[in-house]
Structure formats: C-alpha cells, structure tokens
C-alpha cells in the first residue's frame, strides 16, 4: 500500500527556532512536495524536487529551504520559526510516470509557533 | 495565473440530502480538473478527475462535470451518508503552470445522522 508519513502530527516551537519537518515515502517515486494548508487558503506549494538532491521553489518559498539527500526523503526547514509560519504542513509524492494528479499525500504536520 | 473558487462552509447537511459544491476556475489553455477529499486527521485522498470539456469524473457516488463554457467543476452527491464528512478541495493542473496543482480554499462539509 502507498504511503507518505511525516514525522509528527504536531509540533510546537518557538519563535527563531531552527524547525525541521521530515517527510518519507515507500513509493520510490520522483517527485516530492510540501504545501502548507489554512483556513480558507486550500493548499500552497512551498517547494518541489524532481530528483535527488535537486529542488525547486513553489508559490510561497519565502522562510523555508528544502533538502533532499536521500530518494525517499524530503525535508522541510524553517530557519528561523516565526508565529505566521504557524500552519499545517502536508507532504507529498509522485512518480514520474504518474500524472500530475496521482500526488500522495501524508497525513500533515500542525506545528504551532509561539 | 490559475486560480479555483469554490464555496466557502461550513455546509451542514442530514443524512440522505443532496449535495452540492460550486468550484469555478481561471486557467489559461485547457486545464485538468479534479476534486479532492481530507477526512478528518487524514492527508488528502484523490476523489475524482475530469481531464476535458463535458468528461464527467466519478466515484464513491460522487459527480462532478468539466464545464468549459461556464468555467465549473461542479461537485454533487445525491444521498450524503455520516462518513461523507470531510474538507473538500477543487483543484486544477495545466500546462501553462507546467502542471502544478492549483488548490480552491476548500469547503467543510458536516453531514449530521
């Protein structure tokens, strides 16, 4: 069965914190995303990679980097956590074979930034 | 850019009702539509897919018709049960945004027995 998890379902941290999100599919599929969700705003793409070790920047990029050593693994990071990053954050994965739609995605992350 | 609107909610309907989502959309070229669903604590799940002018996506007895004329990927159910429940996104991908997913704002829908 397919499957994206992520590292926690909720997060709390502190403002200027350095946040790391982890995310890890079994599909060895190609291509990984992260979106946040909120209220009203449906999902906005922070940043994509196509491969290993090659990323690129979404709608909102702004705060965050990415890192994607490994194929399975796709990594979100907030350098320096601030309160409007607060937010759900959902990962997802598709092989390159796979339409644009036949994304997977993982359960989400709720970190709170106080 | 490509852009969704779809209604905002909550929609609370009973059991049994008909139900309807409104999704309209901007998109240079010809874009695909679809509709996805997130059930509470879950990541979200790809309902239905239309890929062209009048195709009609399908499944779990959900509808929705790819309307090019009026810009609308409309979602209906006729008979929502319990387990319906759920936040319900319209989206679109096309080729001009070199096939990224374009997300409505969502809509939660509350189906009471």
């Known amino acids: 069965d397919v499957k994206v998890t992520q590292s926690s379902r909720y997060l709390v941290k502190r403002t200027g914190e350095k946040v790391f999100l982890e995310c890890v599919q079994d599909?060895?599929?190609?291509?990984m995303f992260w979106y946040r969700q909120d209220p009203g705003l449906g999902l906005r793409l922070i940043y994509f990679s196509y491969d290993v070790k090659m990323k690129e920047k979404g709608d909102i990029p702004e705060g965050y980097s990415v890192s994607r050593e490994k194929k399975e693994r796709f990594s979100l990071i907030l350098e320096s956590a601030s309160t409007n990053q607060t937010s759900m954050y959902l990962c997802?994965?598709?092989?390159?074979?796979?339409?644009?739609?036949?994304?997977?995605f993982g359960p989400g992350t709720r970190l709170t930034v106080t | 850019g490509d852009s969704v609107t779809q209604m905002e909610g909550p929609v609370t309907l009973s059991e049994e009702a008909f139900l309807t989502i409104n999704c309209t959309y901007t998109a240079t070229g010809y874009p695909s539509l679809f509709w996805y669903v997130q059930y509470p604590g879950e990541g979200l799940q790809l309902l239905l897919k239309a890929t062209k002018a009048d195709d009609k996506g399908s499944n779990k007895g959900f509808e929705a018709t790819y309307r090019k004329e009026t810009t609308s990927f409309h979602l209906e159910k006729g008979s929502v049960q319990v387990s319906d429940s759920a936040v319900y996104f319209c989206a679109l991908t096309s080729p001009a945004a070199g096939n990224k997913l374009t997300f409505g704002g969502g809509t939660r829908v509350l189906v009471k027995p």
């Open positions: 997802a994965s598709r092989g390159t074979s796979g339409r644009t739609d036949e994304q997977y």
């Open positions: 599909m060895d599929h190609e291509n």
